[in-house]
Nanobody
């Protein structure tokens, strides 16, 4: 079983920055795709950013140029640097890890951006 622990959420003013971290533990299997999703109450969870095993990345159009995803394989951790935050970025952010087709999720961390 994989356990994901997220940190770094909080309250920030528009234009500010936050850095989310997600550390994986409980499994020695290779972590394939690692990423971040977000969800607003009443809406579907949406992909924010993904980093693949080789380091390539994918971003939602709404965050391109503002967010940067990275991973440290030795620490089994994925990061999301969020700059130029907007009120519409307010959501619960979930860490996601794929291990050979099996999905694992963190419990979520709340990001609130005030205008």
């Amino acid at each position: 079983q994989v356990h994901l622990v997220e940190s770094g959420g909080g309250l920030v003013q528009a234009g500010g920055s936050l850095r989310l971290s997600c550390a994986a533990s409980g499994s020695d299997f290779t972590l394939n795709t690692m990423g971040w999703y977000r969800q607003i109450p009443g809406k579907q969870r949406e992909l924010v950013a993904t980093v693949f095993t080789g380091g390539s990345t994918k971003y939602a159009d709404s965050v391109k140029g503002r967010f940067t995803i990275s991973r440290d394989n030795a620490k089994r951790t994925v990061y999301l640097q969020m700059n130029s935050l907007k009120p519409e970025d307010t959501a619960v952010y979930y860490c996601h890890v794929d291990i050979w087709g099996n999905d694992f999720w963190g419990e979520g961390t709340l990001v609130t951006v005030s205008s």
